[in-house]
């Protein structure tokens, strides 16, 4: 039998954590963070020692905590290169983070330390055998550089894990590779169960043709965009639509994250482009370069994505009487972050203080997940016994649970925060 105990991103997205035992067998996969108002929230601690974890990618919602794990455990983690390297600076940052905010973190320097010493660097569509009975694949997500879906073998049985993932192509992705055999059990990601996305490429075209309707009237383009993917996929976008004259900055952590992009070039589609496009940006790497950046017409695509610090807090203030420019948001905006206040009440939060923007705020879809349409797609080539339906808000997975079953006849669940599901 085996047993999947929800430790995370069970009616909820964040936090991604599931505990599996099979036989004397078991494996933890991926652990990470939430990042609610004013706080974190951790993932349920799995109970005993954990030996063996496998991480889907490097967003924090899935790596966040695995160095906490090391705090008991020593367990082999598996991972695609590019996720360690991308995780690293993600753990690094948090720590940076706690230390100037004060806060205390469930992990310290050696504990990410520690997990280099544990690591198991694995390859997509490489078998990795864990135990006799108990075996494992990787295939790529096209969600972010190195994101995998996992396919386990336990004994005669078979599971997919999704981890987040995309079948539509984007600038820097090919679709998810789901040419995998038909397994037994499927867990799946639900972000967006409950509707689709508009396509990808109407999505850039709209995008440039504001940016370029901003910059024809004088205006200039502020670009808040997470660090791991959305700003490298900006700058390839950018430099594609061959914007002259006005110079393209690269603020924040999004900079080291493209350096690895360009370590692995083969995880990602025509990395020549991504290059090019990184040479012709220029970089923000002090406070007089960002007064420069805001002095003339410019583009500037820097952290944070939700607008939680970084330097884009700068900009914003620097421009938030300017209603000839525009910032533009290219990514989910949780409940509660700044980057949901401007969205919906034009305000953001700077030290306590709430202070307007004049300056005009649009939304454009750039979604690094799968949609409603193609979730089904998968499912319905997959063909499993049973589907469980994770990393969704409550009612988003409950609901996708009830349409699985009505559209495809194939039995399906939600697991709530702590359950425990058996698949014999
Ligand atoms: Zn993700
Ligand atoms: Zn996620």
Same mark, same amino acid.
């Given at each position: 039998?085996?047993?999947?105990?929800?430790?995370?991103?069970?009616?909820?997205?964040?936090?991604? +954590?599931?505990?599996?035992?099979?036989?004397?067998?078991?494996?933890?996969?991926?652990?990470?963070?939430?990042?609610?108002?004013?706080?974190?929230?951790?993932?349920?601690?799995?109970?005993?020692?954990?030996?063996?974890?496998?991480?889907?990618?490097?967003?924090?919602?899935?790596?966040?905590?695995?160095?906490?794990?090391?705090?008991?455990?020593?367990?082999?983690?598996?991972?695609?290169?590019?996720?360690?390297?991308?995780?690293?600076?993600?753990?690094?940052?948090?720590?940076?983070?706690?230390?100037? /905010?004060?806060?205390?973190?469930?992990?310290?320097?050696?504990?990410? =330390?520690?997990?280099?010493?544990?690591?198991?660097?694995?390859?997509?569509?490489?078998?990795?055998?864990?135990? %006799?009975?108990?075996?494992?694949?990787?295939?790529?997500?096209?969600?972010?550089?190195?994101?995998?879906?996992?396919?386990?073998?336990?004994?005669?049985? $078979?599971?997919?894990?999704?981890?987040?993932?995309?079948?539509?192509? $984007?600038?820097?992705? =090919?679709?998810?590779?789901?040419?995998?055999?038909?397994?037994?059990?499927?867990?799946?990601?639900?972000?967006?169960? %409950?509707?689709?996305?508009?396509?990808?490429?109407?999505?850039?075209?709209?995008? !440039?043709?504001?940016?370029?309707?901003?910059?024809?009237?004088? +205006?200039?383009?502020?670009?808040?965009?997470?660090?791991?993917?959305?700003?490298?996929?900006?700058?390839?976008?950018?430099?594609?639509?061959?914007?002259?004259?006005?110079?393209?900055?690269?603020?924040?952590?999004?900079?080291?994250?493209?350096?690895?992009?360009?370590?692995?070039?083969?995880?990602?589609?025509?990395?020549?482009?991504?290059?090019?496009?990184?040479?012709?940006?220029?970089? *923000?790497?002090?406070? /007089?370069?960002?007064?420069?950046?805001?002095?003339?017409?410019?583009? !500037?695509?820097?952290?944070?994505?939700?607008?939680?610090?970084?330097?884009?807090?700068?900009?914003?203030?620097?421009?938030?009487? %300017?209603?000839?420019?525009?910032?533009?948001?290219? +990514?989910? =905006?949780?409940?509660?972050?700044?980057?949901?206040?401007?969205?919906?009440?034009?305000?953001?939060? *700077?030290?306590?203080?709430?202070?307007?923007?004049?300056?005009?705020?649009?939304?454009?879809?750039?979604?690094?997940?799968?949609?409603?349409?193609?979730?089904?797609?998968?499912?319905?080539?997959?063909?499993?016994?049973?589907?469980?339906?994770?990393?969704?808000?409550?009612?988003?997975?409950? %609901?996708?649970?009830?349409?699985?079953?009505?559209?495809?006849?194939? @039995?399906?669940?939600?697991?709530?925060?702590? @359950?425990?599901?058996?698949?014999?």
């Amino acid at each position: 039998m085996i047993k999947i105990k929800a430790l995370g991103a069970a009616h909820e997205v964040g936090r991604s +954590g599931f505990h599996i035992n099979f036989e004397n067998t078991d494996i933890l996969l991926d652990y990470g963070v939430k990042i609610a108002e004013d706080s974190m929230e951790y993932p349920i601690v799995p109970e005993g020692i954990v030996k063996h974890m496998i991480l889907s990618h490097s967003h924090l919602d899935h790596c966040g905590m695995i160095p906490a794990l090391f705090q008991k455990s020593r367990p082999t983690v598996y991972l695609t290169a590019p996720s360690l390297d991308i995780a690293d600076i993600l753990w690094e940052d948090s720590l940076k983070i706690a230390r100037l /905010e004060g806060t205390m973190l469930p992990f310290s320097k050696e504990n990410i =330390q520690d997990v280099f010493g544990h690591m198991n660097i694995v390859n997509y569509k490489q078998n990795i055998q864990i135990a %006799d009975n108990v075996s494992f694949e990787m295939f790529d997500a096209g969600h972010i550089i190195g994101s995998a879906i996992t396919k386990l073998q336990f004994g005669k049985k $078979s599971l997919i894990y999704t981890g987040d993932f995309k079948l539509e192509e $984007s600038s820097l992705h =090919q679709g998810a590779d789901i040419d995998i055999d038909s397994p037994n059990y499927l867990m799946i990601e639900s972000t967006y169960g %409950d509707r689709d996305h508009p396509k990808r490429k109407d999505v850039e075209k709209e995008f !440039i043709e504001n940016v370029k309707l901003t910059l024809d009237k004088g +205006g200039s383009v502020l670009l808040p965009a997470f660090a791991v993917g959305r700003s490298q996929e900006l700058i390839e976008i950018l430099d594609k639509a061959a914007i002259k004259d006005v110079p393209i900055f690269l603020d924040g952590m999004g900079q080291k994250v493209a350096q690895i992009y360009m370590k692995y070039p083969g995880f990602i589609k025509e990395s020549f482009k991504l290059k090019q496009a990184l040479n012709n940006v220029h970089y *923000v790497t002090s406070q /007089e370069d960002r007064k420069k950046a805001v002095q003339k017409q410019s583009i !500037i695509v820097t952290t944070a994505g939700m607008l939680e610090g970084g330097p884009v807090m700068f900009y914003l203030q620097k421009k938030k009487n %300017d209603v000839k420019s525009n910032v533009f948001l290219t +990514g989910f =905006q949780m409940p509660g972050t700044n980057g949901d206040l401007l969205q919906t009440q034009k305000k953001v939060d *700077v030290d306590g203080t709430l202070i307007d923007i004049k300056m005009p705020v649009k939304k454009f879809d750039f979604s690094a997940h799968i949609g409603k349409a193609d979730l089904l797609r998968s499912i319905n080539q997959w063909n499993p016994e049973k589907v469980i339906c994770i990393h969704g808000d409550g009612k988003v997975v409950d %609901d996708f649970a009830k349409t699985i079953k009505q559209d495809t006849g194939i @039995d399906a669940q939600a697991p709530k925060l702590g @359950d425990i599901i058996k698949l014999d």
